[in-house]
């Protein structure tokens, strides 16, 4: 059977069977709309996501971030093996990455590129959970969105999308990580400018989609960014999202 999740104001939750519910309530009608189009369209499997999948199969902030880190300029997939193997042949306790060089680290995730900087930030990371006498880093959390983004922006290969990812998805904070597919199916939609920031591209989403569903949807923007909404040669003719689209209107020569 497979295991999928929802995202709700109490944070992550398993569901069985064929998908995800569409359950979640409130906010701007846009952001309603587009969600609840997205949810017909794609069925959102825990697998597909290393980070909400780690998360909920370990609770663990550290896990997490470790696996975000492998996932980044990656796909989910070669990340998933990369964070396997490393369990596998190295171990994922800070201990265990600190007394482990550098070489054996980056052998271990090679499957997800750029191995030796995102050796070399696992193995900060993991100091810093050493330092703080935090193996899973959950005091960190707890400490709170902010001081926790103080800290992890600090390891160098830790960037503020890795640490919205870490805070959403374990349901630190409700807020919409930005990647690569976010924004571009945010830019087609019209919903950001073409030179956003990410912190700006961030707060305008987090205008369009309520309090509560911005997690579900910064997964459905990917899951429609990887099947749909491409980088080249996008599926607009199979669209739910056509006739609400900038690019779409532009292309069919309208206004
Ligand atoms: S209509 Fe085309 S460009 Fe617009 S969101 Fe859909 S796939 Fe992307």
Redesign the pocket.
Known sequence: MTVGFIWGASGPRRVSGEGIGGAIKGGGDLGKEVLERLRRAHRLKMEDFVSSYVNLTTGSPFRVLVATILSQNSTDKAAMRAYSELERSVGLTPEALVRAGLRRIARAIRVAGLADAKARAIRELAALALRLGDPDLKGLLESGPDAAREALLRVKGIGPKTVDVLLSSTGTLDTIPVDTHVRR?AQ??GLVGERESYERIKSRLEEVFPPGTRYEAHLLLIA?GRS???SRR???D?????D?????RR?AGGS
Do not use: E, I
Not at 238 to 242: H, N, T, W, Y
């Open positions: 199916v087609r939609l429609h749909v909404c491409r996008p599926l607009c199979r669209c739910v999202l056509s609400l689209c900038g690019y779409y292309a």
